[in-house]
């Protein structure tokens, strides 16, 4: 047999030294794939040889175009958040849109900006700071002013002051309240986004990635989502394989008893390798370092806050009954334990009137996860997808938020592996750096930015890590039969790297060093 290409010299995380690929597929490794005649060998000097990394909960098109942004995460007090829209503001026109991303109060000296301080930092345009969690937003008086505040939609809130005046906090569902000024954001747009997302993608090592929402809801971008994937698909330039979840706000009931799902009865699994429509995605409700996530106990320091559900509790169950019996995968963002026990409430009632085998249905985040929710979720088949990358960038929040007695039950890696729950591992990008290399570290070692342990005892193995970075997010969906390892007849995926990813005192040096597709290099470091 002769085949496209035969990877040697290298260290295959299998064990072996070599890889073919034939029509895109691994065909065979070691020493059979060393003795096959190729059209083309690669010598790899040595390097290592992992699955492609699968993102299992990523907004790629919000990164992409998050790239133009005013950047915040390096922001430390609030005057600094001025100065940057301030510099920002100089380049542009009069009545010009200044937007910046990435900031976190609780990094902050002085907490959120406010309204006033944009005010002075950027006279005469309107100015709106995305929070790193995408769960709040902040404008000045130019943007409020166009606001609908006497009408705000259910499960978020605009925040005032003391003097009964508003902030320009807009929180999780009040973030509605902009979309008559932004919404939609052209498809041509959303086609950039995602080429500039899939560049920086493959330079990581990532060949899979899931979309955490499109075509509605807080993280849609245009109702026609789809399209611009399916458009950047027919140019090239949709450069890693995707599945899309589908915001629940564009769920409808069909005719003729069609069920409840799209236009002409699409839904979960329909398209091929490189493009395809996952779960549903549905919020329950918001966030932690925000403070607006359901608790069944207030925030630390907040008596009074135990935050809340984006849609009424009644709804949420209703919907993922409708969605489940539709055949559909459901992915429910939950993040408070609250929010984690209504969404096993309602996956165990929809699972019980109308049982499926291998339903895969999903809590992401799964942020906050007490002991006997924990086996709720694993007798009901359930999958937890949380990110290891938080415990590092937001864990201080975190903890800040919850109070020392609750960080246990935060971000659980080692406790779903031990119930035997197959692990994902995503990044939430743009909410935090989306490179896998450093997630896998902090999924090890589960220390925050300022170096605080953070629920030690939830810590994996290296091993364990880039499994559920390439397997289990395949798993998580439907993917694994040909994606997540590296045996004969799987898609040749792969990232090859400096070193041994299964070696922790070496994972802060590793680096990506290329990446195939289908077999082809798609990347090669400079």
């Not at 993040?335 to 499926?356: K, N, Q, W």
């Not at 929710?373 to 694993?378: F, G, S």
Request: with cysteine; aromatic share 6%.
């Amino acid at each position: 047999m002769r085949v496209d290409a035969v990877y040697e010299n290298a260290h295959v995380i299998t064990g072996e030294s070599a890889l073919a690929v034939l029509n895109g597929r691994v065909v065979a490794l070691g020493e059979e794939a060393e003795e096959l005649s190729a059209r083309r060998r690669v010598d790899l000097g040595g390097a290592y040889v992992v699955p492609g990394f699968h993102d299992a909960h990523n907004h790629m098109a919000w990164y992409g175009m998050g790239l133009d942004d005013v950047p915040l995460s390096g922001c430390r007090s609030v005057e600094e958040v001025y100065d940057a829209v301030a510099r920002r503001a100089a380049e542009l026109p009069a009545g010009s849109w200044v937007i910046g991303s990435g900031y976190d109060q609780n990094k902050l000296a002085g907490g959120h900006p406010d309204r006033h301080g944009l005010d002075r930092a950027a006279p005469g345009m309107l100015v709106r700071l995305k929070h790193t969690s995408g769960h709040m937003t902040v404008v000045n008086s130019a943007v409020l002013d166009r606001l609908d505040l006497a009408h705000v939609p259910v499960g978020g809130d605009v925040v005032f002051d003391a003097g009964g005046d508003p902030t320009g906090l807009l929180r999780e569902q009040a973030q509605l309240l902009l979309r008559p000024l932004t919404y939609p954001t052209p498809v041509e747009s959303v086609v950039r986004g995602l080429d500039r997302a899939g560049q920086q993608f493959l330079a990581e090592g990532i060949t899979s990635v899931q979309e955490a929402g499109i075509g509605g809801g807080l993280v849609g971008e245009t109702p026609a989502e789809l399209a611009a994937y399916q458009l950047a698909r027919s140019r090239g330039v949709l450069r890693v394989r995707s599945t899309v979840m589908v915001a629940a706000s564009v769920l409808h009931e069909l005719p003729d008893g069609a069920g409840f799902g799209l236009d002409l009865g699409l839904r979960t699994g329909l398209g091929d390798d490189w493009l395809r429509i996952g779960p549903m995605k549905l919020f329950a409700d918001g966030s932690l370092v925000g403070r607006t996530c359901a608790m069944h106990s207030p925030f630390a320091g907040e008596p009074e806050n135990r935050g809340y559900f984006q849609v009424p509790e009644d709804e949420l169950a209703r919907t993922i009954r409708r969605a489940h019996d539709a055949g559909w995968q459901i992915a429910t963002h939950a993040i408070g334990d609250r929010a984690v026990t209504v969404v096993l409430d309602a996956y165990e009632a929809a699972l019980a009137a109308s049982p499926r085998a291998d339903h895969r249905h999903r809590i992401e985040h799964c942020a906050v996860l007490q002991p006997a929710e924990l086996t709720r979720l694993a007798s009901l088949g359930l999958i937890a997808s949380p990110q290891g990358r938080f415990v590092n960038e937001l864990g201080d929040g975190m903890r800040a938020a919850l109070g020392e007695d609750r960080v246990p039950w935060c971000y659980r890696l080692r406790s779903v592996l031990d119930a035997g729950v197959v692990l994902p591992a995503s990044s939430d990008r743009p909410v935090v750096n989306g490179a896998p290399l450093p997630a896998l570290a902090d999924m090890v070692r589960r220390r925050t930015s300022t170096g605080a342990p953070f629920s030690p005892e939830e810590a994996i193995t290296p091993a364990e890590a880039l499994r559920a970075y390439t397997y289990g997010s395949a798993y998580a969906t439907f993917a694994e039969d040909r994606l997540g390892t590296l045996t004969p007849g799987k898609l040749a995926d792969f990232a090859v790297l400096s070193g041994n990813p299964l070696e922790e005192s070496t994972m802060d040096e590793l680096r990506v060093l290329a990446t195939a597709i289908d077999g082809e290099l798609r990347y090669e470091a400079p």
